[in-house]
Nanobody, 124 residues
């Protein structure tokens, strides 16, 4: 059973920064590409960023491009999301997800495993 545990969420003022972490249990972390998604009440879960198995390929939603950076440390079984220049519209529950496929996907249903989510609130 794959378990993903997010941390690092919280309350921050607009323009501030947060770094989310997602730790995965198990010894095959590098066998999965990883993604970050977010969701607000009444809306569908949306893709934020994704990273390939070796970290060589990254993909970002247009809304976060240039402000967010996804990275991973396979030795630590952890994926990160550095969020800078945060805006109130970034407020959401953020989820990390793992996919055993070969290509970074933006569709939530392509991801097999999900964390429990961490709340990010950006005040204006």
């Amino acid at each position: 059973q794959v378990q993903l545990v997010e941390s690092g969420g919280g309350l921050v003022q607009a323009g501030g920064s947060l770094r989310l972490s997602c730790a995965r249990s198990g010894r095959t972390f590098s066998s999965y590409l990883m993604g970050w998604f977010r969701q607000t009440p009444g809306k569908e879960r949306e893709f934020v960023a994704g990273i390939s198995r070796n970290g060589g390929t990254t993909l970002y939603a247009d809304s976060v491009k240039g402000r967010f950076t996804i990275s991973r440390d396979n030795a630590k079984n952890t994926v990160y999301l550095q969020m800078n220049s945060l805006k109130p519209e970034d407020t959401a529950v953020y989820y990390c997800a793992a996919d055993s496929g070969l290509i970074v996907e933006v569709t939530p249903r392509r991801y097999e495993y999900w964390g429990q989510g961490t709340q990010v609130t950006v005040s204006s």
